[in-house]
């Protein structure tokens, strides 16, 4: 399943199948970016971070795809398991800049 | 073992109450955050401090302000609660401008 970040802020995807989760983001001059997990009830958890001199990076069933000319940031989640649902969040760092800026967010729901 | 935590985790209150929630993080971390939460799970930075010191301060009524009595706390006072008020409240911490770490968050009601 794909979803396109402020277009489509819920996606449903069945167990076992992969996940991608889309985000456009505004400034140029970001730098540094994050993935955010939000399940319901909790915080927003860490789950994987790029800088702007890569273009991909990949954690545990998770990969993260940068790209900078089309400020386009994209989470992959491989073989989507039911813990997986939740809302998910980018966030961008610029230099100069006090604090992350977090996009709105995409629901994932994964269907057993 | 709680990186970041916060208290309470609900807070129902009547309007014009004046109420706080305290955060508490033991990280190390240099900077702590507050965010508002509405209900469309938008993530609204409110404050941030910076060794002791306020850095950002976004366009917040002025009934809310942050108290930090030391790097690992940051509080947040509102006075004269609103209905608007009502949300979820995440505290945060990290190094400089990284990778943020979030308290469990307070869910504030206000009737």
């Known amino acids: 399943g794909e979803s396109v970040g402020l277009h489509l802020p819920t996606l449903s995807v069945q167990e076992g199948d992969n996940s991608i989760i889309n985000c456009a983001y505004s400034n140029s001059a970001s730098d540094y970016f994050i993935w955010y997990k939000q399940e319901s009830g909790k915080g927003p958890q860490f789950i994987i971070d790029i800088r702007s001199n890569m273009d991909k990076r990949q954690g545990q069933r998770v990969t993260v795809l940068l790209n900078k000319t089309v400020k386009h940031l994209s989470l992959q989640i491989a073989a989507t398991q039911p813990g997986d649902s939740a809302v998910y969040f980018c966030a961008e760092n610029y230099p100069g800049a006090n604090n992350l800026f977090f996009g709105t967010g995409t629901r994932l729901t994964v269907i057993p | 073992d709680t990186a970041v935590s916060q208290t309470p985790k609900y807070l129902v209150t009547q309007m014009g109450n004046d109420k706080s929630i305290k955060c508490e993080q033991n990280l190390g971390h240099d900077t702590m955050y507050w965010y508002k939460q509405d209900s469309k799970k938008f993530l609204k930075i409110m404050f941030s401090y910076n060794n002791k010191e306020l850095i950002i301060n976004e366009t917040v009524p002025n009934r809310f302000s942050p108290k930090s009595p030391d790097k690992a706390h940051l509080n947040l006072h509102i006075n004269s609660l609103e209905l608007g008020d009502s949300a979820v409240y995440f505290c945060?911490?990290?190094?400089?401008?990284?990778?943020?770490?979030f308290g469990p968050g307070t869910r504030l009601t206000v009737l």
């Open positions: 945060a911490s990290s190094l400089i401008t990284d990778t943020q770490y």
